[in-house]
């Protein structure tokens, strides 16, 4: 299927947040939508969905903080194109040394327009994001915004 | 930035002062605002809407379209008008039917995407879109004055001027998405092109296309012509609610850069030493505007009517010190903003937007600079003094409330799954605290602060590695060294907490007047009141605080 690049957005916040990663990350796996590849979604996806991948993915943040002030830092089980995309995110790049992570130029920007997303990747994105919501109920609901005056 | 002049200037307001919510909630449109702003560049390349398909029936339903070339680039207004029992008539963002829907398309719909349009904008979040589509809103008829004003002309005559006046729109839309919203195109997808590129604007070119479909939808139902001023009063309201406010916390750089041109033109209007006698004339016509503006804004709300009785009082005493002697006087605006910090909190910020209003020259540019191509980054490698001196410097508000009090903590904000309708929950009284949306900044910023102290001699990549969940409250803390007006200074989540306060300075922005708040939860407002109708944005640069048959 395909979404908006502002939709990948504002699920994957909402995703990141319900699977329970810290609120930066979830920012700024959110940022990296403009230059996520449809596998790079899977990766997110899966992982955001994997509780036992969520250290890793902290991990990888902390790691970037080391390439962004120019160090080297050791490889992580985080697919390249993940991490490259939530580094242009941050303004700079990442790329794969010998044995070690190491800085490079900023991925460029996908094309403007929607991207392709596996259905299974939108469905994890989904059903964390709805770990956010809250469910209703009559109380909520009449104490809504726009409550109250209709019709006039 | 195009503003290449750098005209005279005075230091701008502090953000201390500026972006506290009791502020931002007696903001007032200013000509900076980003309808007039589309305005003034729809009139400037000299653009011309045309009605290019009219297949509406006798009983109003239908669809038509609008072209309108704006920047090298043609957009369209898909306009569908459906019958919608009035027990289904509804302001919330729950509703699932409304009386119009529409789509603006990038470039001219062939008959095909007419009909795909068709079919789903009346189903608005319910269906998928495409890129093309630009813009996705709705609109109820307001049941007050659209009938009246279809009877009136069906009997030859013109509506009631009072109740033209009391309403002041003929239909209400309760959503403008854009952005990506449900499949439509991103703004990334427009963002660089001429007349597009400033914040909002594709949304405020739906709205103007959807106020003049109502003109013309009145006049056909009606079988006559609407006078041209009462048409010309005649705007598109808007309710809005809870779910644009948290915009305005999770868009720091937008908010900022909003705030710095509005406060960089009311600089350049302090420093002005000598007032021309166009300028004095103008705003002596101004003066006696704004007064009729507050004399024609009513609403039920006690408290907001309390506030605007408070502005009537107020005007004409300010307006007295800035007689013809005070305006030959040298740096006069200067003088009266200083004069003005005696009164109301409304009134200082209602004579803010005055005091730019006349100076177009020196301003308009700025509103090249409302967009901002940045996103907040953090910045691992801050020395920790430099990042505790911002902490201290910006936030010293946020660290010295006590979050555990119930009074620092009443509220949270949450997305309910009806819907997705973002609302506001009383903590200690309604479940769903646990899934509250992050808007509690000043109570992370302290909890940063507080893990913080207990770490010495260690750099903030490496306190990161220790304490990953505050990489927010980091990036939000050295997003507004750098970007001073970027965050509201005020606790959002605690009891005093007013949404409608941050909804009036988004709506504000937007260039919204006419406000009539419904609860601390929602307003209403109008929109495009006293703007250009289709063929008359020759007139585009004087329609601020719209006066019925004005100008």
Redesign the interface.
């Known amino acids: 299927m395909k979404v908006a690049r502002a939709e990948l957005y504002a699920q994957t916040l909402r995703a990141g947040r319900g699977a329970g990663i810290s609120l930066g990350l979830a920012e700024e796996l959110a940022e990296a939508a403009p230059w996520l590849s449809t596998k790079g979604v899977e990766a997110m996806a899966r992982m955001l969905y994997e509780a036992d991948s969520h250290g890793v993915l902290e991990q990888m943040a902390a790691r970037l903080d080391r390439i962004q002030m120019g160090q080297n830092a050791d490889s992580l089980a985080v697919p390249l194109t993940l991490m490259q995309a939530v580094a242009a995110g941050r303004g700079f790049g990442v790329e794969m040394g010998k044995r070690r992570l190491k800085p490079a130029a900023a991925i460029a920007r996908a094309k403007p327009g929607p991207v392709q997303v596996s259905k299974e990747a939108w469905t994890c994105l989904t059903r964390l994001a709805k770990r956010t919501f809250v469910p209703a109920t009559d109380a909520s609901r009449a104490s809504g915004a726009g409550a109250g005056a209709d019709g006039d | 930035m195009k503003d290449r002049v750098s005209p005279a200037t005075v230091p701008l307001r502090k953000p201390a002062e500026v972006m506290r919510l009791s502020r931002m909630g007696a903001a007032f449109p200013t000509r900076l605002s980003f309808l007039p702003t589309l305005l003034r560049r729809l009139a400037a390349e000299g653009a011309r809407v045309e009605r290019t398909v009219w297949e509406i029936d006798r009983q109003g339903y239908g669809h038509a379209v609008y072209t309108v070339p704006l920047g090298g680039h043609v957009y369209s207004l898909v306009a569908v008008s459906t019958h919608l029992p ?1 027990d289904q ?6 509703a699932t039917a409304w009386d119009t829907a529409y789509v603006l398309y990038d470039g001219v719909p062939s008959a095909a995407e007419c009909e795909r349009i068709c079919a789903d904008a009346p189903r608005q979040e319910a269906a998928r879109f495409d ?1 093309r589509d630009l813009v996705l809103s709705r609109a109820n008829k ?3 004055l659209f009938q009246h004003v279809v009877d009136s002309l069906r009997a030859g005559q013109q509506p009631d001027r009072s109740r033209v006046h009391k309403t002041g729109y003929l239909m209400r839309t ?1 959503a403008v998405y854009g ?11 427009i963002a660089d092109r001429a007349g597009l590129s400033g914040p909002f604007m594709a949304e405020m070119l739906t709205v103007w296309l959807i106020r003049g479909f109502t003109h013309d939808l009145v006049e056909h139902l009606g079988g006559a012509t609407l006078d041209r001023g009462i048409k010309r009063y005649l705007g598109i309201g808007n ?1 809005t ?3 644009m406010a948290p915009f305005l916390v999770s868009h720091p750089l937008l908010l900022d850069a909003w705030m710095q041109v509005r406060e960089t033109a009311l600089a350049r209007a302090r420093a002005v030493e000598r007032l021309t006698d166009t300028e004095r004339q103008r705003f002596a016509t101004l003066s006696t505007r704004v007064a009729c503006h507050l004399d024609g804004w009513t609403v039920a709300d006690v408290g907001a009517m309390e506030r605007i009785d408070r502005l009537r009082r107020e005007w004409p005493r300010l307006m007295a010190e800035f007689d013809d002697a005070a305006m030959e006087r040298s740096f006069p605006i200067d003088a009266l903003i200083c004069a003005s910090r005696q009164y109301s909190v409304d009134l200082q910020e209602l004579t803010v937007a005055f005091a730019i209003e006349p100076f177009g020259d020196l301003v308009d540019a700025l509103t090249d600079c409302m967009a901002s191509p940045f ?1 907040p ?5 801050m020395d920790l003094g430099t990042f505790r001196m911002a902490l201290m410097c910006d936030w010293d508000w946020a660290l010295a409330l006590d979050y555990s009090s119930v009074k620092q903590s009443a509220l949270f904000w ?5 819907k ?4 506001l ?1 009383r903590r200690y009284d ?3 605290a646990d ?1 509250e ?2 808007l509690d900044i000043a109570r ?1 910023v302290q909890a940063l602060a507080h893990d913080l102290d207990k770490m010495r001699d260690a750099s903030l ?1 490496g306190f ?2 220790h304490h ?8 939000r803390v050295q997003t507004l060294a750098r970007f001073p007006y970027a965050e509201i200074r005020d606790n959002l989540i605690a009891e005093t907490c007013r ?1 409608i306060d941050m909804l009036r300075c988004k709506l504000a922005f937007f260039g919204a007047a006419r406000f009539d708040p ?2 601390d ?2 307003t209403r407002i109008t929109l495009a009141q006293g703007a250009p109708l289709f063929d008359e944005l020759d007139r585009a640069d004087d329609w601020w605080l719209p006066v019925m048959g004005a100008a």
Do not use: C, M
Not at chain 2, 89 to 94: A, G, N, P, T
Not at chain 2, 179 to 185: A, H, L, R
């Open positions: 009035d008539r509804s302001d919330r963002v729950i890129r307001s049941v007050r309760t952005n990506g919203k449900f499949g439509i195109g991103d703004r990334a997808w309710a609610g809870l779910g996103t980054r953090i910045d691992p490698s949450y997305v309910s799954e009806e997705l309708e973002p609302r929950g309604e479940p769903g899934r949306s992050p992370q990549a990161l590695e990953p969940e505050h990489r927010s409250a980091i990036r949404p419904k609860s939860l929602w």
